[in-house]
């Protein structure tokens, strides 16, 4: 369904901010919902949040109030805003596009917060 390119992953200290960025083709973007998915090593990947428009956001209660999910159409990219970042949030962040049934995954931006 299209390639989709993850970036802005990197270290960041206790409480820090990081914007993610995934952009994906015209033709997979106008007519997908996207979302963020993350893992932890050991651990399963788990949803983080998808946005189906601007009054339609979903998060996971461990990241609601300290993160937030956009996208811009004309740039065919989904951000992630992460603020107040805590240990907890480290993993590998993957990019999710989904039209209807199908799921197209990037190959993920590693996030670790640590001091």
């Known amino acids: 369904q299209g390639q989709l390119v993850e970036s802005g992953g990197g270290l960041v200290q206790p409480g820090g901010s990081l914007l993610l960025s995934c952009t994906a083709s015209?033709?997979?973007?106008?007519?997908?919902?996207m979302g963020w998915y993350r893992q932890a090593p050991g651990k399963q990947r788990e949803f983080v949040a998808r946005i189906i428009s601007d009054l339609r956001k979903f998060y996971a209660d461990s990241v609601k109030g300290r993160f937030i999910i956009s996208r811009d159409n004309a740039k065919n990219t989904v951000y992630l805003q992460m603020n107040n970042l805590q240990p907890e949030d480290s993993g590998l962040y993957f990019c999710?596009?989904?039209?209807?049934?199908?799921?197209?995954w990037g190959q993920g931006t590693q996030v670790t917060v640590s001091s």
């Open positions: 015209r033709s997979v973007f106008s007519r997908a919902t």
């Open positions: 999710n596009a989904r039209i209807g049934p199908n799921d197209a």
